[in-house]
């Protein structure tokens, strides 16, 4: 069995740190320095030769953090690592996975492609597979994907009495019914009509009635807010309650949060995939009993 | 013989353009829309089904602009392009050319192999070639590089009467000598000492007289200034004349142009590779003139 190393780029020293408790791992220097011109210089500050490599980021706002990445990942490889691995617990670009007008990038696939060639191995948690049916369809390393459910079924037993689960749309369906199970509660999902970046439009199906529970809007990403915000107009219009909401992927920014605010959320929950202010629900154990076997190989 | 298209990514258009003009072919739109979370939208908005396609980029400050660049080349490949070539006047991380310390990535090499796994064809302007013998030492792809030189004497005979060109290190040698020998003006090379991005040091060789000639510090690469800035010091202290500062690419702030001021710097001239305030000495025309037999083949 090699031995594992941990190796944090920037903004993911405490996830790494977590990690190397939860598997008894070290956790190592990476220095990412940006000259003055705007390069990047990628240091690993420690010996790699025969090791497992781990490297951890955090991938929202991904443009200027892929390079650095895969700089690092490279040099790894280079310096005579046994493996490298990624925990990427958000995986950008899977969204793009179609050309929703003509002459469109797949960027999913481009930036699959990207890191397939740095890399030996891939962990993320709740990959947004919408039209690909999974990382293989267009990642050629090896990948493990976590699901966030039953962290966020656990805290949603502790948290929300008598809950109703609620997908603001189709897409969402996949979480929110494995959650639902998991939380012995009832579900449905909305149906979205998208206009643009920030214009959306949903509407409850016929005859579902609350019940007096809870509304609970589960989706995997919350971005610009517009989607949930709508589906808690929506259910406010429909005469339920101020809704909580939980998503996997946190991306929204200050102007979102108020959006969700003035929307009638009551609480937004968030898993800590990406750094933000509404985490509330720890993945990292799951990430750590995913990585367990990669590492002992 | 392929109908050339050129496309810009953002801030290339005017060079784009001009390239047009030149090459008497058609400059076509790229969108390029940044996500509210921070993810690229790439979109070929021509045909390019059976063209040589040509993406114009600046690619100083290069970590968010590089994924935009490689969806839009994958874009115009799966959408039939014959071939995708890429006009970089600046061809970034070249300086990254070995370990300087232990466990450093290779910057230059890495970055290569991401262009060369997308693009057919690299045309750039004097890239920084130090430890690497050229280009083929690290892209697999065909390249051709322009020297600047010709478009920097024609100006230097024209603007700077009498001049004598003193590179600020060794490296500058290969520049500095090509530039001379066209301007028919004296030359030499200081020596220098690096002690860090912003620390440097250099000395005049013994002997070298100005004789009344306007001294002319050539470098290839202008980025925090502090080179140029301990050089024109140097010359200075020499007894020298206030020295002309020429370089291909202006990666300097405004911070770096004070520098140069407050060293005694008469007056900056720069090649348009990079976008700057400086930019005097335009390679368009060298740049056309490199591009007419790919776009022929």
New interface residues.
């Given amino acids: 069995m090699s031995i594992g190393i941990i190796m944090a780029l920037p903004g993911a020293e405490r996830l790494a740190e977590t990690l190397a408790q939860h598997l008894q791992c070290p956790a190592c220097a990476l220095d990412v320095h940006r000259?003055?011109?705007?390069?990047?210089?990628?240091?690993?500050?420690?010996e790699v030769r025969g090791r497992h490599v781990l490297l951890v980021a955090h991938l929202?706002?991904?443009?200027?953090k892929?390079?650095?990445l895969?700089?690092?990942a490279?040099?790894a490889r280079?310096?005579g690592a046994a493996q490298v691995g990624l925990v990427a617990p958000y995986l950008?670009?899977m969204?793009?996975d179609e050309r929703f007008?003509p002459?469109?990038?797949?960027?999913s696939?481009?930036?699959a492609?990207?890191l397939s060639?740095?890399l030996d191995f891939l962990v993320t948690v709740d990959p947004h597979l919408h039209r690909w049916p999974s990382l293989d369809a267009i990642y050629t390393i090896r990948s493990r994907v976590v699901a966030a459910a039953p962290a966020i079924a656990e805290w949603l037993v502790r948290e929300v009495p008598r809950p109703i689960l609620v997908g603001p749309d189709s897409e969402s369906e996949q979480w929110v019914a494995d959650v639902a199970r998991r939380a012995g509660a009832p579900w449905t999902v909305m149906a979205k009509e998208r206009r643009g970046?920030?214009d959306v439009h949903v509407r409850l199906p016929p005859g579902v009635d609350p019940g007096g529970r809870t509304p609970v809007l589960v989706d995997d990403i919350i971005?610009?807010g517009h989607t949930l915000a709508e589906a808690a107009h929506c259910l406010r219009g429909a005469g339920w309650g101020r809704p909580v909401c939980v998503a996997v992927h946190a991306?929204l920014?200050a102007a979102g949060q108020d959006l969700l605010q003035r929307a009638g959320v009551a609480r937004i929950a968030t898993c800590d995939t990406v750094p933000h202010l509404t985490n509330a629900i720890g993945v990292a154990g799951l990430l750590a009993d995913a990585l367990r076997p990669w590492l002992a190989s």
């Fill in positions: 000259f003055p011109d705007g390069e990047s210089l990628v240091r690993l500050r420690t929202d706002r991904p443009d200027d892929t390079l650095p895969l700089f690092a490279d040099a280079e310096l950008p670009y969204r793009q007008r002459g469109e990038a797949i960027t696939r481009s930036y492609r990207l060639s740095s970046d920030r971005s610009s991306l920014d």
